[in-house]
């Protein structure tokens, strides 16, 4: 296992770049079945979250009325939840009078801001205010599968080394048809210069 982390780089460079290839492709592997392993985890989730939720059916709203501008919403909102930075806006199909102000407070990451403010879009009344200060145990659980799977733990830094070794089997792909398409040297005479001279055994009777 030592070996394949070793790059000689006192070696010639066909070593040199066989070493690099091998010690690239274990790690690229390793990266991608962490990706494979959170993403599997993350869509059985999802896919458990959503078969919990109950039917929903849309309601019929009168034509005449008429909702009020999306800014005035947003801005109740934020006076429902000054520390919260309003991430998106959702506008429920099942419920057409309502929107939710999905909101980041301040421990929260923006991908997983659970906080909310909801309001009905026709008088602008403040239905419910979701202040999530400390999430369930399971959803803390998704958090951290998601923030291994998009590399959020460790800000810039930990996505920035997700593009590196994300490029990496692309860079070996192409090293790879380059080293393919290179003509193969001859192998080289046995040491002395001598010749090797195949005789057929019909050859030696003539």
Do not use: C, W
């Not at 602008?124 to 923030?147: C, D, W």
């Not at 070794?165 to 002395?192: D, F, T, W």
């Amino acid at each position: 296992m030592k070996t394949g982390f070793t790059v000689r780089t006192t070696a010639p460079l066909p070593l040199l770049s066989y070493d690099i290839h091998q010690v690239g492709g274990i790690l690229s592997s390793t990266f991608l079945l962490i990706l494979a392993v959170t993403g599997a985890i993350l869509s059985f989730l999802v896919l458990q979250f959503s078969f919990n939720q109950p039917p929903q059916f849309a309601k019929v709203l009168p034509p005449a009325k008429q909702p009020i501008a999306l800014s005035q919403l947003l801005r109740k909102a934020d006076a429902a939840m000054p520390d919260g930075k309003t991430t998106y806006v959702v506008f429920d199909e099942h419920e057409p009078e309502k929107i939710t102000v999905s909101k980041q407070i301040p421990h929260e990451s923006i991908r997983f801001a659970l906080s909310n403010v909801e309001l009905n879009r026709y008088s602008g009344e403040v239905l419910t205010v979701n202040r999530v200060v400390e999430p369930p145990p399971m959803l803390k659980f998704t958090i951290a599968i998601g923030s291994i799977h998009f590399g959020l733990f460790g800000g810039i830094y930990s996505r920035s080394l997700y593009v590196f070794i994300g490029l990496i089997p692309s860079v070996l792909l192409i090293e790879l048809l380059q080293k393919s398409k290179a003509p193969h040297p001859n192998p080289p005479l046995p040491r002395g210069g001598s010749k090797i001279i195949l005789v057929s055994p019909r050859g030696r009777g003539d």
